[in-house]
């Protein structure tokens, strides 16, 4: 066992001391420049990221949550609709959905990916389309998880053949790419979240959407803000999600690294893949053509409650990404329609755990982590 100073499964405080100049002075313009919300830096923000993405629009708005809701009300999508979603995913997914006004439904995960299986998708909308008791299938919201894409071309599949809305929940994937193609730039819309930890992450709240639908940006811009056409004239009942200056301008920063950044996490995680191949976990899994963000590195065993406490007697944090899927949640227990059980997700969830990654993780900290995974006996230990 290797002794060492604690590791941190996240850091994002390392991020701000990897790039401190640049937000300090950053952080000084808005100071000095006197607009602090909805101004030159979001507006330049959201040109930045909608270009990085390869989409006409972006519309910068107070969470990752936010730009999820905002997107189903931008595409029209409400009460009496069903919106198809993973439960295998962060419980925002399923509130923003719900705030929405519509129902939603969820579905199985791809063994190997974790990702939505599209086959789960299909027989979910069949369903409901069938009793339309439920609610009118309407949308689909595909979570790339840890940063892995979901299988976009088989969902969009779907997505025709029931004409369904498609918003991509890219909360754990900024700069991930299938087929060369961005996530972000599948669907209808796309969320982004900047929450501290995320690949792309501010010093507080934020989140934007992403369309390459200018009515779809018009009508969200309004929601995001009262619901205004133009100053103090609401066309309809909207609410108030905002980017602010600061949290812009310290991600305009952080955008230029991001590249850099997820190269780095990819190097990481090849370091982990090799030093775990003979490990007594499974490694995630990387489909042909993906470009994967590497948000989480997540291991799987049978035994995880027992590795993570191995891991913590070494000073080694880990967490779990997450322990209960959303239909197991107190909140959404027993009411969410169809779901009867949802094998490969309940089986992920006792299994899945996160390791330590983060772009300024140092590469000996990767191998102390590693031997420690390896020095671990599922039985014994
Ligand atoms: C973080 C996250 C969200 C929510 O983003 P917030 O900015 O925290 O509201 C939604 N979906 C997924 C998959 C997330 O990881």
Sequence with gaps: MSAG???LQKDPRASYLAHRAEIDAAIRGVLEGGRYILGEQVAAFERELAAFVGVAEGVGVASGTDALELSLRALGIGAGDAVFTVSHTAV???AAIERSGAVPVLVDIDEATLTMDPQSLEDAVKKVAGDRAVARPRAVVPVHLYGHPADMPAILDVARRHDLRVVEDCAQSHGAR???RATGGWGDTAAFSFYPTKNLGAVGDGGMLLTADPTVAGRARALREY???ERYVSDVPGLNSRLDELQAAILRVKLRHLEADNARLRALAGAY??????APVQRPARRPGVEHAYHQYVVRTPQRDGLQ???RDRGIGTAVHYPQPVHRQPAYAGRT???VSLPRTETAVREILSLPLYPELAEAAVARVAEAVRSWTPDGG
Excluded at 273 to 278: N, S
């Design 309 to 311: 406490r191995w891991l």
């Design 178 to 180: 299938l087929d060369g």
């Design 92 to 94: 925002a997914t399923a």
């Design 227 to 229: 619901g205004w056409r």
């Design 273 to 278: 893949d090799r030093a775990l191949a003979d």
């Design 5 to 7: 100073p604690p590791i």
């Design 337 to 339: 329609p169809l779901v």
